[in-house]
């Protein structure tokens, strides 16, 4: 009876641990290193080091001067809004690219290797009296969104289709779910300021089939042990 309700008691430990370990995991953010401002023809370069192999990151389309490089300021707060349970940290000083839309110019991301699952993090998109849009050449997964240094709130960004998203004043983060080696969209909507940048989520947090299994490795040890000692009792 004891081995019994021990072992019901760690199960119920061990998938509550394993449940929280799925939460988020660690994010690499793209550094941006260079940019040059142009309403059609800018372009920007950064990296990203997954593991050993390092990725540059090439964008061309748009890009207003407003935008940041690596280490210049910190325009993703506050951090609850860039986090949910697959992100665990947002981007900070690494930098943004800023644009103004309102043309139907295509802006494209270009990874030099394949990336999976990919996510973008994004800053006051639209205003209130005057909303903009994302129109992707993919479908995403909008992940979390909030208030920003701008103001905007939970109810900011919509998704009124598989691969537009719709802002007054939107700050959040989406992922493009596959595996890409280029995202394009348009910004057909004019409203200046809106700032972004990309990421990659690359180290869980925990391996929860591997907790759970070390956990019933535990419970099969000390039901062994309780059942030696109560043969030995009896």
């Known amino acids: 009876m004891k081995v019994r309700y021990l072992s019901l008691f760690l199960c119920s430990i061990l998938g509550a641990t394993a449940s929280s370990a799925t939460l988020a995991a660690h994010t690499t953010w793209t550094v941006w290193e260079s940019m040059t401002a142009d309403d059609v023809a800018g372009t920007a370069n950064g990296k990203v080091i997954l593991g050993s192999e390092s990725i540059q990151i090439s964008y061309q389309g748009e890009v207003n001067a407003g935008g940041h490089l690596n280490g210049v300021s910190n325009y993703w707060l506050p951090l609850s809004t860039y986090t949910s349970t ?14 103004w839309g309102g043309t139907d110019n295509i802006n494209t991301l270009t990874f030099s290797k394949a990336v999976e699952n990919p996510v973008m993090a994004i800053v006051s998109l639209g205003q209130i009296s005057n909303p903009s849009s994302f129109v992707f050449d993919k479908p995403f997964v909008l992940l979390n969104q909030g208030p920003g240094l701008f103001g905007g709130s939970q109810y900011s960004l919509t998704q009124p289709a598989s691969n537009i998203l719709y802002g007054e004043e939107g700050n959040g983060i989406i992922q493009f779910i596959g595996t890409y080696t280029s995202i394009s969209w348009s910004n057909p909507l004019l409203e ?35 059942n030696r000692r109560h043969i030995a009792m009896a």
Not at 86 to 99: L, Q
Not at 206 to 212: I, K, Q
């Open 86 to 99: 697959e992100i665990s940290n947002a981007p900070t000083y690494e930098g943004r690219i800023d644009f």
């Open 192 to 226: 200046r300021g809106v700032g972004w940048t990309v990421g990659f989520i690359t180290v869980p947090i925990s391996n929860p089939a591997l907790l759970m299994l070390s956990g019933l490795a535990l419970i099969n040890l000390i039901a062994s042990k309780l």
